[in-house]
């Protein structure tokens, strides 16, 4: 809009003067309400526990795994309440509620692609398929931070040895839910959608990569990944799909989701790399929930077992 | 009197932020990654108090009511009371004062670089705020460098998009607003350009507020 000069026309001229100066009590008044409705705005959430934490069932029967970590684990609040979910949202804080009325059961996975018998599944058909391990595991955001986590599962080796892949199958490649009504993150265009990622066979098959459906000695938090997920220590946490529907064999590289959003940024392998640095930001360096000070990133996130997986390649350009 | 008592009102208001974090860092409420949510919390306010002292002239002349300069130059100090704790978030908690690290990361990443910028042009500004500095500078030159705002709010919006992941909407949003505010004054500029030319210079122009 354009104003004329304000010295054309005073507006006293116009306007008696007791309404001019009524406005202005007006607007006096207007401010001071609207400094204090921020005011109330801000001091509303102060009162409330935003947190959200509700009892789980139980898993029995744990067996530890010489895989585990010695070191502190996060407390359950951080890895519930603090959470990188785009199908609910992009606010980490805001999945451990959206997800709350998330329905997991029933739950069937595809299992499909280059494999002899191509399956439907039932999640816990599934589940039964191995002894359930407690893997304290450390997870690396790309975004830099990081938690350890007592996750519970089987090696994902296990699954894939039953669905037998045919010997053209290179990649596998997991689907998440895609359930707009369910998810409401999945009603904006903020990723391309049902989210995607794979991982090369071999990496599949390597004893560390996780298939998951609990943690803390329950059943998987809906805002975690329920009911079924991968886990894949040495890469950044955006690997680790979650509420997976379909795991499909493949002879060629699938188009992760986080690569086709930004490739330059995002690759297919994704390995935690302290000497690879985000476009954007440092990955030298990494916060440990609830520590003060940053941590150095370790290479593969500390899993060196995995390194021969990658003898001859370069990470730089195979980020 | 009013001014007073709405200088006060907008005083408070602009504590709130702060004192909001302070008791939230105090009762274990800043959640999982507290020293994310103060990062991003200051650097939010800076933005909204930058877009809040740009909105002033606008709304001043749209509404008539000229008192509300008045009251720019305090939001304008609390943008930058804002933007320094931000700031300081960054070199003290994200670099701890490593100041080798610090200057890498502004050569190297470019939503450091801008966010940097953006920061060092909101110091002169703050320093030249009281009306010595004006009457020193006299009003043409200081109205001259406060124009400085114009490209901190750009380079905060561009510090912001650049930094987020995927989801672009929040820095979209603060765009808009900073274009609808700099629109407004591009609009101004050509309105008062053509009556200039239309109209002989027959009264001195009395000493308009800078935009």
Redesign the interface.
Known sequence: MLIKKPAAIPSSEITPKTTCLNRRNFLTGAAIAGAASVTGIAFRDLAVPALTAYANTKIDGLQKSPFSTTEKETPYKDVTNYNNFYEFSTDKYEPAGLAKNFKTRPWTVTIDGDVKKKQVLDVDAIIKMAAPEERIYRHRCVEGWSIVVPWIGFSLSELIKRADPLPKAKFVEFTTLYDPQQMPGQRTGVLQWPYVEGLRMDEAMHPLALLCFGMYGEVLPNQDGAPLRIVIPWKYGFKSAKSIVRIRFTGSQPLNTWQQQAPNEYGFYSNVNPNVDHPRWSQAKERRLGEFFKRPTLMFNGYDQVASLYSGMDLKKNF | M??R??KI??F??AL??LG?LV??AL?D?L???P??VITHSTGDWTLILILTTLSIT?LR????????IG?RRMIGLFAFFYGTLHFLTYIW??K?FDVHEMMK?IAK???ITVGFSAFVLLIPLALTSTAWSIRRLGGKNWQRLHRLIYLTGILAVVHYT??V???L?KPIEYGVVLGILLL?RV??WF??KA?EKSKPPAIP??A?NPL
């Open positions: 009013k001014l008592l709405t009102a907008i408070l208001a709130v932020p909001r008791w939230k009762h409420g959640g999982a990654n020293i994310e606008p002349r749209i509404t008539r009511q000229y008192w509300l009251v908690l994200d701890f990361d990443r470019r939503f650049w930094l992941k995927a989801d909407r407004y609009g101004v309105s008062e009556s122009t009395p308009r």
